[in-house]
């Protein structure tokens, strides 16, 4: 008896601690930023009275206007790409951020060589450390139609200039800063592989990695397939599932304090897949990552439909608000006013 009373206490035992371990890596998740896990980091939550600070400087106006300029054909090397390359680094240099291009040229099938050219924007070039938002600015080549990828990727890329524009006045020189980051070359020029997939990512990533660059980005967040009524976005990463839930906890309060009024959450925290994206070459270099693609595919995925008219952009509206909150926690920067309430 008295053996078998021991063994009952080990089981206890090991369930205890496999609870508390389980309790202490979910938190860990939620405060480890960067590359080697060994920097912890909270922000300061944002109180209502700031939330709605936030919420009132919409402007939904300039969101569509900026779907609406880059919404249009921007394969690679065509007229349309410079354009809406263009219009990204003229809009963000107004706005008085740092903007670089990484340009390089690669062999590609059906093209030969391509050049192409990634857009880096800095808020404060002068931080050591990095929130870093990641969307891809080309456009599929379609031979049967026009295709001007609304979804795929012109919205999330006119909701990071949205956000810019927004809280322009709201950056505060800190230790960390916000950085956009346009990818060029996320679409395949033929059948998706290894070899044709992400150019302009897999060229970044390697080039930060040998600079040494890598080291100064806490978290990238790539949001992906954005605009479409019926988004919803689920934890794909296990690794940033804390930070995934921040996101959930954010639109469940703007719910709460009738901020929003749609009453269909859009982030949901629920196993989801992964897929391919621009994140995988920083993954891999173990670059934390949110992946805030649509669990379920707009259906005018790779569509000629997915066009700007189709957008929903109430909804888009609602995903673009829960990211200015994460943005502002995130680099400590809420509006100091003097009605906050808890």
Request: aromatic share 12%; with cysteine.
């Amino acid at each position: 008896m008295p053996c078998w009373r021991s063994f009952i206490a080990l089981i206890c035992l090991a369930i205890i601690v496999v609870v508390i371990t389980i309790c202490q890596s979910f938190h860990t998740n939620f405060l480890t930023v960067g590359r080697n896990g060994t920097l912890r980091y909270e922000p300061t939550e944002l109180n209502l009275g700031q939330m709605r600070m936030i919420a009132g400087l919409s402007d939904p106006e300039n969101l569509r206007k900026n779907v609406q300029r880059i919404a249009i054909k921007r394969a690679v090397s065509t007229p349309g790409h410079s354009e809406v390359r263009n219009y990204i680094v003229d809009y963000l240099k107004k706005l008085n951020w740092n903007v670089e291009l990484d340009i390089f040229t690669q062999k590609v099938p059906i093209m030969s060589n391509v050049t192409f050219h990634n857009i880096v924007a800095r808020q404060n070039p002068q931080t050591q450390r990095y929130l870093m938002f990641g969307c891809h600015y080309d456009s599929k080549y379609f031979k049967d139609f026009d295709f001007m990828a609304a979804t795929d990727s012109a919205v999330p890329c006119a909701l990071m200039l949205n956000m810019a524009t927004i809280l322009k006045h709201q950056f505060h020189r800190s230790q960390v800063s916000l950085m956009l980051v346009f990818f060029d070359g996320e679409e395949a020029f033929g059948e998706w592989s290894q070899e044709d997939s992400p150019y302009g990512s897999r060229h970044l990533a390697e080039l930060w990695e040998k600079h040494g660059f890598l080291d100064k980005i806490d978290l990238f967040v790539l949001p992906d397939l954005i605009g479409a009524k019926d988004v919803v976005f689920k934890k794909n990463i296990l690794d940033t599932s804390g930070w995934f839930h921040r996101l959930v906890q954010l639109e469940l309060k703007l719910f709460q304090a009738g901020i929003v009024r749609s009453e269909r959450p859009l982030f949901k925290f629920e196993p989801g897949i992964d897929v391919d994206d621009d994140h995988l070459p920083f993954t891999r270099r173990n670059v934390p990552v949110i992946h805030l693609i649509s669990n379920k595919y707009p259906a005018v995925w790779h569509q000629a439909e997915d066009v700007e008219m189709n957008v929903d952009y109430n909804t888009t509206e609602q995903v673009g608000l829960v990211l200015r909150m994460f943005v502002m926690e995130y680099l400590n920067s809420a509006p100091s006013i003097s009605n906050t309430l808890k």
